[in-house]
C-alpha cells in the first residue's frame, strides 16, 4: 500500500503547480502533482475543485514547506549566476538604420534581417480602395528572423 500524502500547497492554476513540483523534486523531494491526474474536463473548472494540489510523504512534509516558503521566481535565475553573463549591448535606431533602411535588428542586434514587401496585385488594391493613402503613408515591413521583430509593431 503507497503511503499517505500530506497536500503542502493549494496551486492557483496547473502551471504554478508544475513549477513547484519540478522546484521540489530538483530538492530531492517526491511530489505528487493533482493537476497531471486531473480529467481533461477540470482544466477549466480547476477553481471550483480548489485547483491542483502538491501532495508529499510525512517525512518530506516539514522540508517541503520551508522550501515553498520562498520559492524562485525562475528555475534556471535559481541556478545559473546572472552576473557571469556580459550584459547585452545596447542599440539605438541610429545605429541600426541608413538611409531608411535597416542595417540590424533594434531589438537584438542581428544582421538577419528582411524587408517585406507586399505582392503588386494587393498593393494595387488596397491602394484603390483606400484612395491612395497607404502610397503616402506607407512604409515597408523589416523582419528580423532571429528575435521576430518587426517595424510595424
Known amino acids: 500500500m503507497p503511503p499517505k500524502r500530506i ?6 492554476d496547473p502551471m504554478e503547480a508544475a513549477f513547484l513540483r519540478d522546484w521540489l523534486a530538483r530538492h ?4 505528487i502533482n493533482t493537476a ?3 480529467s481533461p474536463w477540470t482544466g477549466r473548472y480547476g477553481l471550483l475543485a480548489r485547483g491542483p494540489q502538491l501532495r508529499v510523504i510525512p517525512r518530506d512534509v516539514q522540508r517541503a514547506r ?3 516558503k520562498a520559492p524562485p521566481t525562475c528555475i534556471l535565475a535559481a541556478e545559473t549566476d546572472d552576473d557571469a553573463l556580459p550584459p547585452p549591448p545596447a542599440y539605438t535606431q541610429d545605429d541600426c538604420m541608413q538611409d531608411d ?10 544582421t538577419n534581417i528582411e524587408k517585406r514587401h507586399m505582392s503588386w496585385p494587393v498593393f494595387l488594391l488596397v491602394n484603390f480602395l483606400l484612395l491612395g493613402l497607404p502610397f503616402l503613408l506607407g512604409s515597408p515591413t523589416w523582419i528580423c528572423h532571429d528575435c521576430d521583430w518587426d517595424s510595424h509593431r
Open 101 to 110: 533602411a535597416y542595417l540590424r535588428c533594434p531589438n537584438c542586434g542581428s
Open 7 to 12: 497536500t503542502v500547497k493549494n496551486c492557483a
Open 28 to 31: 530531492g523531494i517526491d511530489v
Open 66 to 68: 520551508e522550501l515553498l
Open 36 to 38: 497531471e491526474q486531473m
